[in-house]
C-alpha cells in the first residue's frame, strides 16, 4: 500500500480536552488520554499537541520517500522515520490510520491486518473478557469525599454481547443502591458511579450487586478493583495516606491490607496495589494473594519494565495502553512476551477516550485475555460495539 494522503487535526476527547486525529487515505484514528497516569508513560506529543499536527501535515509534501505497507511488520519503517520525531499520541494515531487503510486496501477486517494467522485459526479464536469500571473514586471522580481506590470492576466470563447485558446489569444495579444509600447520585469522567462511601463499603455494594445479577442471570461476575495506589503513596514519607477515613499505612501494612481485602471479598483482580516502583512489594503479592495482580502504573506499557516485572514475578497480569508507548510493534511485542510467561493480557481504554474503535479490533487480533472498558458512554460503547460485532460476523 502506498500512502497517498496524510493529515493531522485536533479533536476534544470524552472530558472535552484535546487530542490528536490522524487521518492516512481517507482513514481517520485518534489518541485517548490518560488522567490518572504513570510516571514512566512516553510524553503524548515531542513538544506539544500542536507542534505534532503541524509535523504530520508536512508529511504529505514528501510521501515519496514514505515506503509502501504491505503488513503490520512494516510499521517499523514507520517507526524508524518519526518514532523520535512525535510524541506516543500522534505515533499510535498514525500507525492505526496505516493499518486501517491496510485493511481497506486488502478488503479484510482490522483484526486480520493485525494478525493475519487469526484468520486461518478461528476455531481456536477467543474474545476478551469485558472488564468494566461501575464505582469510580480516586482520580477520575471529582467529589470532595470519595472511595480512595480508582475503580471498582466488574468481570463476566461471557460472550461479547453477553458480557455487555450483565456488566450493564452490573452498572443499573449500582446505580440502584447507591441511590438508596445516598440521595445525590453522579458519574465521574468514566461514567462510573461517584460516591462518598469508603472502599470497603463499596466493596460491600459490588459483592451485593454481583450476587443479585448472579441470581437473575445465573452468570457468575468477579470483582476487581484498580486501587491506583501511587496516586495517594508519599514517597518521601513513605506511607499509603487513606483520605475517606483518614488512615495511613507503611508498606508492610498496605501488602496486608490489600491481602485481606481480596480474601474478604474474593476479589479476582487487583490493579496497582502499590506504588509505581515497588516491583517486589508487586512480587510478595503475587505470592500471597489468590488473585490476578495487575500492573499498569508499574509496566505502564513499557517494554524494558515489563521485562523487569517479569524477571521478578511482580504480576500475573498486564495492563496494555497502546497510547502509552506509541509503537504498535512495541505493544505486539509486550503482548506475545507476557503470553509466553503466562501473564494475562488487558487491553484498555483510557478516562478521556474518543469515538475510535480500534482497540477492540487489537484486543481480538492480538488475542488479548481481557479488555477493560466501561458500558456506559458512547465513546465506550464505540468499541464494546465494535467486539460485538466482530463476534456477530463471525458468526
Not at 24 to 35: E, I, Q, T
Not at 167 to 178: F, P, S
Amino acid at each position: 500500500m502506498r500512502i497517498k494522503e496524510v493529515s493531522a487535526r485536533i479533536i476534544l476527547d470524552s472530558r472535552k480536552e484535546e487530542t490528536i486525529e490522524v487521518s492516512v487515505n481517507a482513514c481517520r484514528s485518534s489518541a485517548p488520554s490518560g488522567k490518572s497516569k504513570g510516571k514512566y508513560e512516553a510524553k503524548p506529543y515531542f513538544r506539544n499537541i500542536q507542534h505534532d499536527v503541524d509535523f504530520i501535515n508536512s508529511i504529505q509534501k514528501k510521501l515519496d520517500k514514505i515506503p509502501e505497507i504491505y503488513y503490520f511488520g512494516d510499521l517499523e519503517k514507520i517507526e524508524k522515520l518519526f518514532r523520535k520525531k512525535i510524541g506516543a499520541n500522534t505515533l499510535f494515531a498514525l500507525e492505526a490510520s496505516i493499518l486501517k487503510a491496510l485493511s481497506v486496501e486488502k478488503k479484510c477486517e482490522l483484526w486480520q491486518v493485525i494478525n493475519h494467522k487469526l484468520k486461518h485459526n478461528l476455531n481456536e479464536a477467543k474474545f476478551p473478557r469485558m472488564i468494566s469500571n461501575t464505582i469510580g473514586g480516586g482520580a477520575h471522580s471529582s467529589n470532595k469525599i470519595k472511595p480512595d481506590f480508582q475503580e471498582f470492576l466488574v468481570v463476566c466470563n461471557k460472550n461479547p454481547a453477553l458480557n455487555f447485558d450483565i456488566n450493564r446489569k452490573c452498572y443499573d444495579e449500582a446505580g440502584v443502591v447507591l441511590k438508596n444509600i445516598r440521595m445525590d447520585l453522579g458519574v465521574n469522567d468514566e461514567n462510573a458511579w461517584q460516591t462518598d462511601l469508603d472502599n470497603e463499603r463499596v466493596l460491600e455494594v459490588m459483592r451485593d450487586i454481583t450476587e443479585n445479577v448472579h441470581d437473575e442471570s445465573i452468570t457468575y461476575v468477579d470483582v476487581g478493583i484498580d486501587v491506583a495506589s501511587s496516586q495517594f503513596y508519599d514517597k518521601k514519607k513513605k506511607k499509603y495516606f487513606y483520605k475517606n477515613r483518614m488512615k495511613e499505612r507503611n508498606r508492610e501494612e498496605q501488602i496486608k491490607y490489600i491481602t485481606e481485602l481480596s480474601e474478604k471479598y474474593n476479589l479476582f483482580y487487583l490493579e496497582d496495589p502499590l506504588d509505581e516502583e515497588d516491583f517486589s512489594g508487586f512480587a510478595e503479592l503475587v505470592r500471597h494473594a489468590k488473585c490476578f495482580i495487575v500492573g499498569d502504573d508499574l509496566t505502564v506499557t513499557n517494554l524494558e519494565r515489563v521485562k523487569k516485572a517479569l524477571s521478578m514475578n511482580a504480576i500475573t497480569g498486564i495492563i496494555v495502553k497502546p497510547n502509552q508507548t506509541g509503537s504498535l510493534i512495541e505493544v505486539r511485542k509486550i503482548v506475545e512476551l507476557c503470553k509466553d510467561r503466562g501473564v494475562k493480557v488487558i487491553i484498555s481504554h483510557r478516562s478521556g477516550e474518543t469515538l475510535d474503535r480500534f482497540i477492540a479490533d487489537l484486543a481480538f487480533g492480538l488475542q488479548a485475555d481481557f479488555i477493560k472498558i466501561p458500558v456506559v458512554g458512547e465513546e465506550r460503547l464505540s468499541k464494546v460495539k465494535r467486539l460485538v460485532g466482530i463476534e456477530s460476523g463471525l458468526r
